[in-house]
């Protein structure tokens, strides 16, 4: 009873203390105003017709897959939901993280020495606790994957995250550094216009 006690104000200590720390160097940041040139309005679109058909037009995933088939120099892709999870009852959806691992995997093997980065979310992984055979595809390939630490952020939730942080959050990946394709790491986003820190 008493170590049951004791895990609890431990838990609940560790939850108050990652809910009030400070946050992580680089958050918050505001960003100066910028003139809007040459843009391009492109939409994602679902509907149902008049006898209940549904339809999907997903222009801009159209538009990443044409950025990544014409890369010559540098791909970095910022994908934060990189899964095909359904829920129950499972709907019909186009496979864009299957389509988006193809295009990948296809630019690799047309220019293999183009520096292909793919920056992702733990929660593609159910935060450890499963395998995500599609990022190990593109890791195999030599695709670097940098998935956001969330070790330095706040806990949104201290009720469960104290108990949580003390027994199951997995630790972090290793720190991303130069000149390590293929290799999942962590790494720090930082605030603002399509911006990610790689550690060093």
């Not at 918050?28 to 040139?37: D, K, T």
């Not at 006898?51 to 990443?64: E, S, T, V």
């Not at 120099?73 to 990189?82: G, P, Y």
């Not at 992702?120 to 670097?144: C, F, M, S, W």
Request: charged share 20%; proline share 10%.
């Amino acid at each position: 009873m008493l170590c049951i006690l004791g895990l609890g104000i431990l838990a609940g200590i560790t939850g108050l203390i990652h809910q009030r720390k400070p946050p992580p160097e680089g958050t918050g940041v505001a960003w100066p105003e910028r003139p809007l040139g040459d843009a391009t309005l492109l939409h994602d679109l679902t509907w149902h017709d008049a006898q209940g058909q549904r339809h999907l037009q997903q222009a801009i995933f159209d538009d990443i897959l044409r950025l990544i088939a014409q890369a010559e120099q540098l791909i970095v892709l910022d994908m934060f939901l990189f899964n095909d999870f359904q829920g129950d009852p499972p709907e019909t959806h186009r496979a864009l993280s299957s389509e988006l691992t193809q295009a990948l995997l296809a630019r690799r093997k047309a220019v293999p020495d183009l520096p292909i980065i793919v920056i992702t979310d733990p929660v593609n992984t159910l935060y450890g606790g499963l395998r995500a055979t599609h990022l190990d595809k593109l890791e195999y390939a030599g695709i670097q994957i940098v998935e956001t630490d969330l070790h330095p952020l706040r806990d949104s939730n201290p009720s469960w995250s104290g108990l949580w942080r003390l027994l199951f959050f997995p630790p972090p990946p290793a720190p991303c550094t130069a000149g390590r394709p293929g290799t999942r790491c962590a790494g720090a986003r930082v605030a603002g216009p399509q911006q990610t820190r790689l550690r060093p």
